[in-house]
């Protein structure tokens, strides 16, 4: 693999720019909005220790589509070195779920500083902008954590880390596709917009008022899968089976009735048509959806170029929100009660 080393400026000296802490690098979604970001803005990487040394060590490289790998050479910091010495702009949170102790954990070292920086929430799941908000109130008073805007962000693109000779790869599609909103605080967020337009991001800005709608929309797509991921195959070889993929369908018109109970709706995103898909799966009989199913197989396979099969690690905030959400508008989940037990059962085996 060919390699190419890249210079980044270093954080907090061109002040015309952003001053942005990217919590998280050295993962995959950490690494790739640090990487990009940090080609226009003054971008600080904080991680772990070991992710930390791995990045001092030279062994972290950036692979975008089908271009050279480069060396992460950006400016890092582990996450007990962070300080009030030097109060960023944004706090871009890239980490998984949940969020709540993180946030509190960042914005309690910078409390006393009457600075309020950004947070921008990148997880998947519906979870992180109630645990961030919970988060803020109880290191902030009320008045004080208003204060704080809460960008909510959702990302397409399907990023991939391996390690190959002793060195780790993140590698991604490109142009970074993403959809956010206003979540909490100050609504007006020209700046963030102008962000990620400036990094070259095909990116599209939902309004507050719907973006319950955006969360819902993004989780329908993350639930597309899960049924095959426990049973060990990939969403194209769990299509083949007719029994998968009904189970598919069947999980997917649960989330459906869910969320029309808690009063929601879905949105369609930018080469994402979720309010088409929902309506197909939701209302076209289960024979006709049959037919179609190796087609829809290859159309959600190919926006998740590099992720053969799903992930099972963040389950509980997939198919495990949509039963919480269920509990609360007592709706029954069976199909999706059946997904999560499984991936907890199988989690259970490899972790005993």
Known sequence: MALKCREFDSPWVHMEKKKIAIIGVGGRTGTMFAFELGKTNNVLGISREREIEQIKERKLYVQRQDRQAELFNGKVSSDFQFSSAEVPD?????????????????????????????????????????????????????????????????????????????????SYSLPIRIVFASAYGPKDIQDITFLFKQAGFEAKEFPCSQIRDMEFSKLFLNLIGMASTVKGLSIEQGFENKQIFKQEAEALREYIRVVHASGSNFVNFPHYPVKLLACLFFFLPMN?????????????????????????????????????????????????????????????????
């Not at 803020?136 to 805007?149: A, G, T």
């Not at 508008?329 to 059962?345: C, S």
Request: proline share 3%.
């Open 90 to 170: 944004i706090i871009f949170l890239a980490t998984k779920n949940p969020v709540k102790q993180v946030v509190k954990y960042y914005y309690e070292k910078i409390k006393d500083t009457g600075e309020f920086p950004a947070l921008v929430l990148s997880q998947n799941g519906i979870a992180a902008i109630q645990d961030a908000i919970q988060a803020l109130e109880e290191v902030f008073s009320l008045e004080q954590s208003k204060k704080i805007r809460i960008i909510r962000l959702n990302l397409f693109n399907a990023i991939d880390r391996k390690e190959l000779e002793g060195k780790i790869y993140v």
């Open 288 to 352: 006709i959806l049959l037919i179609f199913r190796n087609y829809l197989a290859k159309l959600i396979s190919k926006g998740r170029k590099g992720k053969p099969k799903g992930n099972l690690d963040e389950i509980e905030y997939y198919n495990g929100a949509v039963i919480d959400l269920a509990g609360k508008n007592n709706i029954p989940v069976p199909v999706n009660q059946q997904i999560l037990k499984k991936a907890l059962e199988l989690e259970a085996c490899e972790s005993g």
